[in-house]
């Protein structure tokens, strides 16, 4: 088995479900339900990754605080190894608080220690007890994403394979530095409103024709519609959703990361690969939070084995 490095964001989520209204100024809504859960991109990567019997490390920033603890308990509760994981008393944090009614969802985030690791809290020592490195969420990781080619480059010297999952950008802007950093990329993992951010493409496969660079795998995800890549003759390979009874649909799209990573560091095909991160992703949705119900392999093989 590879064994996986991680690198990334920590914060907790605290889901309130099934609100009255969304608060209003002066007024008090009460909820049917709620839960503090793991949160981050890189946390629920990281922690489906263990579930499904991968070696897991995880490298990041938290606060000396109740929310940071939260975090690394959880991490060590999925078997994830934390030694890289830094508790600093300068930081606080991060929080995201999620509203939901039944008809829509709001969601309120401070950010705090999410975009404090930089790539010189992640050394060569750390690259060297990996096969791979893994980075979520690019746009929150401020202090991360400027030396990220860096740490790619250091990483593929190291002989580690690489992937990236970019994350939504809140600022929009998407920026124009794809082309370069991507030549670092072995597997590129964004899903499809951030494939047409970044590639100013309204189609699927316009965005991975124009992202396309003949080295790097880009893999988008759909949704219900699956996921999608470029096949050898440059034409759309797709691969359908599987149908559960979903819940929650946070995190889904870092299941789908984990799934489809944990087949294809096995040197499963493409294809194989494609339909693990689906299975994942799909199973993930049965609860509250990207974390509580993601698959172990047992799981993931029988739906696979069940679809046509």
């Given amino acids: 088995m590879k064994r996986i490095l991680v690198a990334g964001e920590l914060n907790v989520d605290l889901v309130f479900r099934d609100c009255q209204a969304f608060p209003a100024p002066g007024r008090e809504v009460l909820a ?28 990041g920033k938290v606060g000396v605080d109740g929310w940071g603890g939260f975090c690394v308990s959880a991490l060590q509760g999925a078997g994830v190894d934390v030694t890289a994981v830094r508790r600093d008393s300068s930081l606080r944090t991060g929080i995201t608080a999620s509203f939901s009614t039944s008809t829509d969802r709001a969601l309120v985030t401070f950010a705090g220690a999410i975009g404090a690791l ?3 809290d992640i050394d060569d020592a750390l690259l060297g007890k990996a096969d791979h490195l893994h980075v979520s969420s690019y746009y ?51 899903n499809d409103v951030e494939l047409a951010g970044l590639s100013g493409c309204e ?13 790097t795998r880009i893999v988008v995800k759909r949704g219900r519609h699956g996921c999608a890549t470029l096949d050898g003759s440059g034409r759309l390979l797709e691969s359908p959703a599987f149908a559960v009874d ?18 294809w560091l096995r040197g499963l095909p493409l294809v194989d690969a494609m339909r693990w991160g689906n299975a994942c992703g799909a199973l993930s949705t049965r609860g509250v939070g990207g974390t509580a119900r993601q698959a172990d392999a047992a799981e993931a093989k029988a739906l696979l084995e069940a679809a046509p």
């Fill in 32 to 59: 049917e339900d709620a839960l503090v859960v793991p949160g981050s991109s890189s946390m629920i990567c990281a922690m489906g990754l263990a579930r499904l019997g991968n070696p897991v490390a995880f490298a």
């Fill in 118 to 120: 930089r790539a010189g």
């Fill in 140 to 190: 929150l990781q401020s202090a991360l994403r400027p030396e990220l080619k860096s740490l790619f480059a250091r990483a593929s010297a190291l002989g580690l394979g690489t992937s990236l999952d970019p994350g939504f950008d809140p600022e929009q802007r998407w920026g124009n530095e794809w082309p370069c950093l991507l030549a670092e990329v072995d597997l590129f993992l964004p």
């Fill in 203 to 215: 189609s699927v496969l316009d965005g991975l024709q124009a992202l396309d660079n003949g080295r």
């Fill in 246 to 263: 979903a819940v929650d649909s946070t995190g889904a799209g870092d299941s789908f990361d984990a799934g489809f990573l944990h087949a």
